[in-house]
């Protein structure tokens, strides 16, 4: 299997502009996962999805992030406009079952916003 | 709120040396705990997980062991080797509704050969 793909694996950005990230779980799995890992707060779950249905938003940042799951294989994550504090890696994991399966990561997009 | 710490940040040991990196959380409703593995500018990667009903559990030579009665848990790793070096993350799940996991910030292990 593949692993869990992530896209891009860099991004450097302008603040103001549009981020889209993109995930593609490994397949089979029905439990998708975002996060966010900086130096200062550390691993952060931004949101999870269930069968393709956002079950848990609740660590989403504010309305300038929105994730999407169209389909049982692909997920995005986007930030509209960016701020120079949203600077982080983005990790997107998949796992198969509920939120308490055991998750498999991606390699991450690390997003630079200046 | 769930609060994981993990001390020290980062740890530097002789190769073969058998090594403890501790884990503890605040409220001790957890459903299970984990422990991962993070190459520098990589994913993460599981390599233990420990259901609330458990004390421990193996793979190799990683031992991992849970006394939720005292919010605490362990990653032994026996015979460390130049290739175990990463950050070591232990994260819990705790057992409300909206459950998710919560990280500690990592232990930095630095084997030398």
């Known amino acids: 299997d593949a692993g869990v793909i992530q896209s891009p694996r860099h991004e450097v950005t302008e603040m103001g502009q549009e981020v889209t990230l993109r995930c593609k779980p490994i397949?089979?799995?029905?439990?998708l996962f975002w996060y966010r890992q900086t130096m200062m707060r550390g691993l952060e779950l931004l949101i999870y999805?269930?069968?393709?249905?956002?079950?848990?938003d609740s660590g989403m940042p504010e309305d300038r992030f929105s994730a999407k799951m169209p389909n049982a294989s692909f997920s995005t994550l986007k930030i509209q406009p960016s701020e120079p504090r949203d600077s982080a890696v983005y990790f997107c994991?998949?796992?198969?079952?509920?939120?308490?399966?055991?998750?498999?990561f991606g390699p991450g997009t690390r997003l630079l916003v200046l | 709120k769930q609060e994981v710490t993990q001390i020290p940040a980062a740890l530097s040991v002789p190769e073969g040396e058998n090594l403890v990196l501790n884990c503890s959380f605040t409220?001790?409703?957890?459903?299970?705990l984990q422990w991962f593995r993070q190459d520098p500018g990589k994913g993460l990667t599981s390599l233990l997980l420990?259901?609330?009903?458990?004390r421990e559990q193996t793979s190799g030579r990683l031992n991992a062991s849970l006394d939720k009665s005292s919010g605490r848990s362990t990653l032994y790793i026996a015979a460390s080797q130049p290739g175990d070096s990463a950050t070591y993350l232990c994260a819990v799940s705790d057992t409300g509704a909206n459950s998710k996991l919560t990280f500690g910030k990592g232990i930095t292990l630095s084997v030398r050969p």
């Open positions: 999805f269930n069968n393709n249905v956002p079950i848990d």
């Open positions: 994991a998949s796992g198969r079952g509920g939120r308490f399966v055991t998750q498999y």
């Open positions: 420990i259901q609330s009903s458990q």
């Open positions: 409220d001790s409703a957890i459903y299970n």
């Open positions: 397949s089979g799995h029905n439990s």
